[in-house]
């Protein structure tokens, strides 16, 4: 499987913000790229890039050994695992990269394993920026050997791959690092709104906390937006309606494992304030101006 991998197509289910820009990465890397996605601005965007268009997800597997999934609901997902089973094909390799809860994985892992295929855990770390620098960090989990096969095609847009055991870790994993994502996001924006209603430029902030022990690196990502107090168009990287999944899934978790998020906790109410006041389909670092309406700070 392995040799096959290395000569056949990658197939990529979900063209959004981050599956896109992981096909745009494996199509400059000489891999030949079939992708499918339910929008036709996706697709055209695809095909612009190089990208070979599946009619639909069990297409996509008949030509592609390997199949990266980026999806934004676990409806989507199953959806894809309902499709690529009923399609009687040999054993794929399905690396599924979503954030979702871990129940909605497993139910299609095993959808997938009695058409006797092999579905992989493999969230990302990172964001839409990171994607297009071949930034990101994967954390993979399930069968050793079919992460192994795959490491040629996470090389091509991941800077590192990481082999965390039985399927579900990966997971697991991506909730505590996305966690820390929520809140030093939230922090970032609050210290750019006490600095800028004391009279501070904010593009002063982001260089002095960059260059101190105060920055992480979300606020070197999100900071300049912030900063420019610029949130959607190219500038995003997470759409804050896409967030507020993750964090019904990371609080839910926490929630069966009794295990207390009280900054979690605090900085929820920022995001769904930022959905209410129309931010949904902005980076999440609009938060920053949320904080903003909040302290009456109107900048010059």
């Known amino acids: 499987m392995s040799s096959d991998l290395a000569k056949n197509p990658v197939g990529i289910v979900g063209l959004g913000i981050m ?5 745009r990465n ?4 000489g891999r030949r790229v079939i992708g499918h996605d339910i929008d036709a601005a996706r697709r055209e965007e695809a095909a612009a890039a190089g990208i070979e268009i599946a009619a639909d997800a069990g297409s996509l597997a008949k030509n592609a050994p390997a199949i990266l999934v980026s999806l934004p609901n676990p409806a989507a997902l199953r959806a894809t695992a309902e499709t690529i089973a009923a399609a009687e094909l040999p054993r794929r ?7 979702f809860a871990l129940r909605d994985k497993l139910e299609a892992e095993k959808t997938l394993r009695g058409a006797g295929h092999v ?3 493999c969230p990302i770390s990172g964001t839409g920026a990171q994607a297009k620098a071949k930034d990101l960090v994967i954390y993979a989990s399930g069968e050793s050997s079919a992460i192994a096969a795959l490491e040629p095609v996470f090389a091509a847009f991941a800077r590192e791959t990481h082999d965390l055991g039985p399927l579900g870790n990966g997971t697991k994993m991506k909730f505590v690092a996305n966690l820390l994502v929520a809140i030093h996001n939230v922090a970032s924006a609050e210290a750019f709104v006490l600095g800028m209603k004391a009279g501070l430029d904010p593009k002063k902030i982001f260089e002095l906390v960059a260059a101190g022990a105060g920055t992480s690196r979300v606020f070197e990502l999100r900071g300049p937006m912030m900063a420019e107090n ?12 896409t967030w507020q999944k993750d964090m019904t899934v990371i609080g839910d978790f926490a929630r069966e494992l009794d295990c207390p998020t009280p900054l979690l906790s605090a900085a929820a109410p920022i995001y769904a304030a930022a959905m209410a006041n129309g931010h949904a389909g902005d980076d999440t670092a609009s938060v920053c101006a949320v904080l ?5 700070l109107k900048r010059r």
Do not use: W
């Open 26 to 29: 494996l199509v400059v890397a």
């Open 292 to 296: 903003e309406a909040m302290a009456g």
């Open 230 to 241: 610029a949130y959607g168009g190219a500038n995003v990287t997470m759409r804050v309606s």
């Open 119 to 121: 579905m992989l855990d």
């Open 19 to 23: 599956g896109g820009a992981i096909g």
């Open 93 to 99: 390799i399905v690396a599924e990269m979503s954030t």
